[in-house]
C-alpha cells in the first residue's frame, strides 16, 4: 500500500548539532509538505514543495532548509538546531495540480534538542 | 484576525449526542474545505472534504459548507467515546496546494 514514513520517530540532540529527518511518500504525488506541531499555535507550516528542485518558505522556515532531488523525499535539516526547536515536526503531501488538495500526514517525528 | 479560526474547546457532549464543530474562514476565494482528526500523540487523519455549498454526509459524519457565511462545520452524530480528540479545520488557499489550518477544537465524549 502507498503511504509516508517519516524517520526518526524521535530524536534527541544537543544546542547547535546538525538534524535531518526524512519525509518518504509512495503516493507518486507531487506536492510535499513539512510542518511543527507546538502547544498553542496548532500547525505551522516550514517548507514545502510543488515538485523536484522546487522548495519554498514557509511561515516559520528560518533555521530550517529542505530540498526536492526526487519525487518521493523531502527531507528537513535543520541547520544548528536551538531549544526553539523542540516540537513534533509532521510530513504531509497531496496529489498537486488538479486536484483538489487532500494533504496526507506522516506519522511525526518527535525531536528534543537540549 | 485569524485566517482560519475554531473555537478552541473544549467541546463536550455525551454519548449519543450530536457534535457540533464550526470553522470560520476569512479568504472569500478559498476553493477546498477539510476536516482533519487528530488523537493525542498521533498525526492528523483527514475525515472529511467539502469543495461545495451545501452538506456532505459520510457515515456519521457531515460536513457543511456555506462560502457566503464564509463558514464550515462538521456533525458528528451518535458521538461515541472513541470520537474524542482534537478536530482540525484546515482551507486550500489560492495560492497552490497550501493548506491553512485552524488551532482546532477538543471534543470529549463522555460515556
Known amino acids: 500500500d502507498a503511504e509516508i514514513t517519516q524517520s526518526p520517530r524521535h530524536k534527541i540532540t544537543e544546542t547547535g548539532r546538525q538534524v535531518t529527518l526524512a519525509c518518504h511518500q509512495t503516493w507518486n504525488h507531487n506536492n510535499m509538505f513539512w510542518y511543527r506541531q507546538d502547544l498553542g499555535h496548532g500547525l505551522r507550516l516550514i517548507h514545502y514543495?510543488?515538485?523536484?528542485?522546487?522548495?519554498n518558505k514557509g511561515e516559520v522556515s528560518d533555521g530550517y532548509s529542505v530540498s526536492r532531488s526526487n519525487t518521493e523525499d523531502l527531507p528537513l535539516t535543520l541547520e544548528s538546531a536551538a531549544s526553539s526547536q523542540t516540537s513534533v515536526y509532521f510530513c504531509?503531501?497531496?496529489?498537486?495540480?488538479?486536484?483538489?488538495?487532500?494533504?496526507?500526514f506522516g506519522p511525526g517525528t518527535r525531536l528534543t534538542v537540549l | 484576525q485569524k485566517e482560519v479560526e475554531q473555537n478552541s474547546g473544549p467541546l463536550s457532549v455525551p454519548e449519543g449526542a450530536i457534535a457540533s464543530l464550526n470553522c470560520t474562514y476569512s479568504?472569500?476565494?478559498?476553493?477546498?474545505f477539510f476536516w482533519y482528526r487528530q488523537y493525542s500523540g498521533k498525526s492528523p487523519e483527514l475525515i472529511m472534504s467539502i469543495y461545495s455549498n451545501g452538506d456532505k454526509e459520510d457515515g456519521r459524519f457531515t460536513a457543511q459548507l456555506n462560502k457566503a457565511s464564509q463558514y464550515v462545520s462538521l456533525l458528528i452524530r451518535d458521538s461515541q467515546p472513541s470520537d474524542s480528540a482534537t478536530y482540525l479545520c484546515?482551507?486550500?488557499?489560492?495560492?497552490?496546494?497550501?493548506?491553512?489550518f485552524g488551532q482546532g477544537t477538543e471534543l470529549s465524549v463522555k460515556p
Open positions: 504531509a503531501s497531496s496529489p498537486g495540480q488538479g486536484a483538489r488538495n487532500e494533504q496526507f
Open positions: 479568504d472569500r476565494g478559498s476553493q477546498s
Open positions: 484546515a482551507v486550500n488557499t489560492r495560492q497552490g496546494g497550501k493548506l491553512i
Open positions: 514543495s510543488y515538485g523536484v528542485q522546487d522548495t
